[in-house]
């Protein structure tokens, strides 16, 4: 797993840029889904229903106990984000925001400055 520190301080990502199905954190680029936590990756993600987010997709997520999960929908919107999903969130006092991708990246960065965020990338449609 990535992770950087300075002086044994977790340092935050930085999403530098994002295009269909290609994404560069950091600057370096990964081209399939991924879990950005602010202070690792967890690339080539994979859902248990494609282009449905559902609570087991998530797991690694709420054990991490972030203020707010931003889920990058795809450059369509194609992934939805499952009610069961949503309720498992609201259970663990975990914030949702879920845009387009490439919205979702803007957000990420500048939320993760100010809270613990983590975000769902689906790089494609």
């Known amino acids: 797993?990535?992770?950087?520190?300075?002086?044994?301080?977790?340092?935050?990502?930085?999403?530098?840029?994002?295009?269909?199905?290609?994404?560069?954190?950091?600057?370096?680029?990964?081209?399939?889904?991924?879990?950005?936590?602010?202070?690792?990756?967890?690339?080539?993600?994979?859902?248990?229903?494609?282009?449905?987010?559902?609570?087991?997709?998530?797991?690694?997520i709420v054990e991490d106990k972030?203020?707010?999960?931003?889920v990058g929908t795809g450059a369509f919107e194609l992934m939805v984000v499952s009610e069961e999903t949503k309720e498992v969130l609201r259970e663990n006092n975990i914030g949702l925001i879920a845009q387009k991708t490439k919205e979702a990246c803007k957000t990420y960065n500048k939320l993760s400055k100010e809270k613990k965020v983590v975000a769902a990338f689906h790089l494609t449609c």
Do not use: C
């Open 1 to 60: 797993m990535d992770k950087a520190y300075v002086k044994g301080k977790v340092m935050r990502k930085n999403i530098d840029s994002y295009d269909f199905g290609r994404i560069v954190i950091d600057g370096k680029t990964y081209n399939s889904d991924l879990i950005l936590f602010q202070d690792r990756i967890r690339p080539n993600w994979w859902r248990k229903s494609g282009h449905r987010l559902v609570p087991e997709d998530i797991k690694e």
């Open 66 to 70: 972030p203020e707010i999960l931003i």
